[in-house]
């Protein structure tokens, strides 16, 4: 069973930064491409940031490109995404997913989620 397990969300003043982790378990991450995707309330859910597990492509949401990064250490299974800069929009839940496509803004594609880590950027 593939298991996604995500912690490091807050509550964070806008303009400051948050570090997600999200820890894998019944997969090897370096044959999967791993996404975070985020949840607003009364929104959909929308694709965040993506890394592929073939040529190591890296792929952001317009909105959060320049501030956000993701990264991955094999080594622990685990995901990472580091948020710098944070707006009020930025607040939603956050979701730790695994995808067996090499393109991770495949978002059909995706087979295991995580619960979500609440992220709430106050003004």
């Known amino acids: 069973q593939v298991r996604l397990v995500e912690s490091g969300g807050g509550l964070v003043q806008a303009g400051g930064s948050l570090k997600l982790s999200c820890a894998t378990s019944?997969?090897?991450?370096?044959?999967?491409?791993m996404g975070w995707f985020r949840q607003a309330p009364g929104k959909e859910r929308e694709f965040v940031a993506g890394?592929?597990?073939?040529?190591?492509?890296?792929y952001y949401a317009n909105s959060v490109t320049g501030r956000f990064t993701i990264s991955r250490d094999s080594a622990k299974n685990t995901v990472y995404l580091q948020m710098n800069s944070l707006k009020p929009e930025d607040t939603a839940v956050y979701y730790c997913?695994?995808?067996?496509?090499?393109?991770?803004?495949?978002?059909?594609?995706?087979?295991?989620w995580g619960q979500g880590t609440q992220v709430t950027v106050s003004s």
């Open positions: 997913a695994a995808s067996g496509g090499f393109d991770p803004r495949r978002v059909y594609e995706y087979n295991s």
């Open positions: 019944g997969l090897t991450l370096s044959s999967y491409s």
């Open positions: 890394s592929s597990w073939r040529g190591g492509g890296v």
